[in-house]
């Protein structure tokens, strides 16, 4: 029993200990940047204020997105994801999709939980001239993800068990 | 003349003259008359309406700029999280389409 609440324990607390302002970092010579960071009452409150929709995203307790465009090529570093990916390595979620093609990577990670939900969800997508970190922490009613089309969430065609049909390996 | 005479001329009685109670009342109860007591709130009534106001002023502004505050950092905040959802869709959708070209190249 302590076994399992320690492997419980650990990713929670390596959640908390990453400072997604690391990130920062990827966007110095960007021409666009977005930096969306919501946690806590920032987030209790933005939930509170969307509405019918609120119930299926109140709770998240992290939404944090790093999105950077650059002029030209060779503006960031890809070894500033590292971090990153070795952060989500240590919660454990279920790598989902991982497409590398020539000049591109992209990458989608979850935590699958019973009953048809998740615990997260992160995407690292990177090109020469873009570079997209999203990662949003907390249960998602995978049910309720399609009364949410409206606000950006698509159907991520998942199945009852909480992986994607297919793909089922894990980072 | 003794000290008995002194005392008896000093606390002889004596009536009072003529006008005196009226006088007396006429500094006291009846100088405050309906009329000027109506005068005197007439000229305090705006300074007491303007305190009124101010103290109702000092209790309901502070929770009302609170309350527009909290709206205001509401909406910024939905906006935000609205923005996150939709780049992960945006991403999402790049990535199914990543997989549906790249499916396609090996049939």
Do not use: C
Not at chain 1, 7 to 22: E, G, L, R, S, W
Not at chain 1, 142 to 171: E, F, V, W
Not at chain 2, 3 to 21: C, G, K, Q, S, V
Not at chain 2, 24 to 51: G, Y
């Amino acid at each position: 029993m302590a076994w399992i609440l320690l492997a419980a324990a650990i990713p929670a607390f390596a959640q908390q200990n990453f400072d997604f302002k690391t990130l920062d970092k990827l966007g110095a010579n960007a021409t666009n940047s977005t930096n969306i960071t919501l946690e806590g009452d920032a987030l209790k409150l933005a939930t509170s204020f969307l509405g019918d929709e609120k119930s299926s995203l109140r709770n998240l307790t992290g939404v944090y997105v790093r999105s950077f465009e650059f002029a030209k090529p060779g503006q960031y570093k890809e070894a500033d994801l590292a971090p990153l990916r070795s952060y989500i390595k240590t919660l454990q979620w279920t790598k989902i999709i991982d497409v590398r093609e020539t000049e591109e990577t992209s990458e989608v990670y979850i935590q699958p939980l019973p009953n048809n939900r998740l615990g997260g969800i992160a995407i690292v997508s990177a090109s020469p001239k873009e570079v997209t970190v999203v990662f949003i922490a907390g249960a998602l009613n995978l049910s309720d993800l399609g009364k949410l089309s409206n606000l950006g969430i698509p159907d991520l065609g998942l199945g009852r068990d909480g992986k994607k049909s297919g793909d089922s390996g894990k980072d | 003349m003794n000290l008995d005479e002194e005392l008896i001329a000093a606390l002889r009685r004596e009536a009072a003259p003529e006008n005196f109670a009226a006088g007396v009342l006429a500094k006291t109860t009846l100088a405050k008359t309906p009329s000027s007591r109506a005068r005197d709130w007439a000229f305090r009534r705006p300074a007491i309406f303007a305190l009124a106001a101010v103290l109702i002023l000092a209790l309901v502004l502070p929770s009302a700029i609170y309350e527009y505050r909290r709206q205001q950092r509401g909406r910024e905040a939905r906006d935000q999280l609205i923005a996150a959802l939709s780049i992960t869709r945006v991403q999402l959708q790049q990535v199914q389409e990543k997989i549906r070209r790249n499916t396609r190249h090996r049939i």
